[in-house]
């Protein structure tokens, strides 16, 4: 009988060994995943820093009344929360005139709702260096990058 309860035992052991073992793989699964998905974001981060150091440089200042953009219409898009934001930004006297979202489909219109106060943000200052919406910062952020893609073309 002891030899029973002993080859029980041993396999409830190795069991709950591979157990663990899996849990240990997935946890290293989930935190690699994520670790290069932070590498991505801090790469698109440091891309729409220097777009903006650009957009500083091109101007002269961070926020001045005349921004130095070419005039004309131009289309730029972003990864928002759902999805791709496209916007259409007008340049008119080297000034933002108005910023138009084109589509958005993938967004939570109650999100984009609150996120398109950075739009007047933006043509109030002039400047794309203004705060995000907190509560919709993924829709704003998605917005800004949007406007900040469309004026590459107008610099």
């Not at 157990?19 to 991505?40: F, G, P, S, W």
């Not at 958005?104 to 260096?129: C, F, H, N, P, R």
Request: with cysteine.
């Amino acid at each position: 009988m002891k030899s029973k309860y002993k080859v029980f035992f041993q396999s409830m052991v190795a069991l709950i060994a591979v157990v663990a073992l899996l849990c240990i793989y997935q946890v290293i699964t989930v935190y690699r995943i994520q670790a290069d998905e932070i590498a991505k974001l801090e790469c698109d981060v440091d891309s729409y820093e220097a777009t903006i150091e650009s957009y500083k440089e091109a101007t002269g200042t961070e926020s001045e009344e005349s921004s130095g953009f070419k005039d004309g219409s131009y289309t730029g898009s972003a990864q928002g929360f759902g999805g791709n934001i496209d916007v259409t930004v007008v340049v008119d006297g080297g000034k933002i005139e108005s910023i138009n979202i084109d589509s958005a489909s993938g967004e939570d219109t109650a999100y984009l709702d609150m996120a398109v106060k950075v739009i007047d943000d933006i043509i109030d200052t002039q400047s794309l260096d203004v705060d995000s919406v907190s509560g919709a910062t993924y829709s704003s952020n998605g917005i800004k990058n949007a406007v900040i893609s469309a004026l590459e073309q107008a610099i």
